[in-house]
Structures are given as C-alpha cells and as structure tokens.
C-alpha cells in the first residue's frame, strides 16, 4: 500500500477513525475538543480529501449522511512520519536521539526496547 502523507488536522481526524472504527463527519467534528473544534465544513472538506487520499473509505449511508472508516493503519501513518522526521534531520537519527536524550523523553525502558529490536535484527530477525 503507498503512504500517504497526512498534515495535523488530518491526522487528528484519523485518530479519531482509529479510536472509533467508523464515524460520520459530524461524529468526528464532535469529537476535537470545543474549544479546539474546527467547523464541520472544515472537517467535512478534510475528510474528502483524505477519501481522495485513499486513506479513509465510506462505508455506508445513514439517511442523508455518510460513515467513514479508516483505510490506512495508525502504524502506518506513524512510520510515514517518522520518516519524514529522520528526512529533515538528513536521515540521521543520532539527532533525535540525542534530542530525546536532552529533553528527558527517551525512557530507559525505550533504550531496552531498542537493544532488543537492535538484537533481533542482527540475527536475521523482523521488526
């Protein structure tokens, strides 16, 4: 399946397909806080153009409405932008780390995780 690239809004409507499994667009403008709430138009020209993406599908007509459910995983979306990030820093993930390290966000339990992925892979093993 091709990644498709998803700006913050967007991402934001995903997640909320994720959460939910399915939702009309009213559905998912309720669900962004009140006082972060962008307008239905907003949302519903948003959800479009993710359908357009590919990334979200309709599933099925209630009455004059449509339910929308994800196409795309939440795995598959972070890894499209964790790409991204590690691209802006020259595909040198030392930076990041190193940032994470700095800033207290990397977590000895993370460092565990990574030794034993690391570990995996250097016996011929998969992700």
């Known amino acids: 399946m091709k990644e498709v690239k ?3 809004l967007e991402l934001q409507i995903m997640e909320v397909l994720w959460n939910r499994g ?3 667009i009213r559905e998912i403008q309720e669900a962004f806080p009140a006082k972060q709430r962008p307008a239905y138009a907003t949302v519903q020209t948003t959800v479009y153009r993710l359908e357009a ?3 979200l599908e309709r599933i099925r007509k209630l009455g004059n409405f449509h339910i929308f459910a994800a196409t795309i995983s939440r795995d598959a979306a972070q890894r499209r932008l964790v790409d991204d990030l590690l691209a802006l820093f020259g595909g040198q993930s030392r930076l990041v780390v190193a940032h994470l390290i700095d800033t207290g966000k990397l977590t ?3 460092v565990e995780y990574a030794e034993k992925t690391l570990k995996s892979l250097g ?3 998969k992700v």
Do not use: N, P, W
């Open 108 to 110: 000895l339990d993370d």
């Open 22 to 24: 399915e939702a009309s």
């Open 6 to 8: 998803l700006s913050k």
């Open 123 to 125: 016996k011929g093993g």
């Open 53 to 55: 993406k590919k990334a």
